[in-house]
């Protein structure tokens, strides 16, 4: 199955810094990263859509500033939080797209990230 | 509408009973259901999925159910095992809106009770 890892898996920052997750696809390439918050015992919500070479497409409600996404690659996609504050503390997923009619999206471990 | 409703929001099962989730949505151009378990502090992993041209597919003690008239579809755990103790989470896409984000329902906490 697609494999899609995410680095570090836990982060712990004190508040003002930035924090940058990776997202990678390691046995596919993916055209289309989805990053997503999740709160305990809440559904998955949206953040962004990263498209490899173009500008994120933003949920309505996410700030962009502070929400920084980068596809560089078919197989990589950052999401930075800048000058993050401990309500930015959540579980951070993204998942990879494979190229192919079925729009199947394989999800990576997550990323806790807490901020003090 | 884009919503998928899920529900029970959580279900207690008997070790070897049936689990049975359901979900329910209102957008007929939805052309891609998948299912997803996630245990906790994981990330979710994708179970199995169904197109609309069929209306049951299996695999292992994985069932989906799907009802087009109904705008419907349900996920069976067969022989359902403690181990198969986890949140689980369907979704809806369809490749013409925003290109095929996922819509997810609630989330069902399934605890199989040995």
């Known amino acids: 199955g697609a494999v899609v890892s995410q680095h570090p898996s836990r982060v712990i920052c004190k508040s003002g810094t930035s924090v940058k997750i990776e997202c990678r696809s390691l046995d596919f390439q993916a055209t289309t990263m989805f990053w997503y918050r999740q709160f305990p015992k809440q559904s998955l919500m949206l953040m962004a859509t990263s498209n490899e070479g173009s500008k994120a497409t933003y949920e309505q409600g996410v700030e962009k500033d502070k929400f920084l996404i980068n596809h560089a690659s078919l197989t990589l996609s950052t999401l930075t939080v800048t000058s993050a504050h401990p309500e930015d503390s959540s579980f951070y997923i993204c998942s990879a797209r494979v190229r192919g009619p079925y729009n199947e999206q394989f999800f990576g471990p997550g990323t806790r990230l807490t901020v003090l | 509408q884009q919503q998928v409703k899920q529900s029970p929001q959580s279900l207690i099962v008997q070790k070897g009973g049936i689990s049975i989730i359901n979900c329910a949505y209102e957008?007929?151009?939805?052309?891609?259901f998948p299912w997803y378990q996630q245990f906790p502090g994981k990330g979710p992993a994708l179970l199995i999925a169904i197109r609309p041209d069929v209306s049951e597919k299996k695999e292992g003690r994985f069932t989906i159910s799907f009802n087009k008239s109904a705008k419907q579809f349900s996920l069976h755990i067969m022989d359902s095992q403690p181990g198969d103790s986890a949140t689980y989470f369907c979704?809806?896409?369809?490749?013409?809106?925003?290109?095929?984000?996922?819509?997810f329902g609630q989330g069902t906490e399934l605890s199989v009770k040995p």
């Open positions: 979704a809806a896409s369809t490749e013409g809106y925003q290109g095929g984000k996922l819509i």
């Open positions: 957008n007929t151009a939805f052309d891609y």
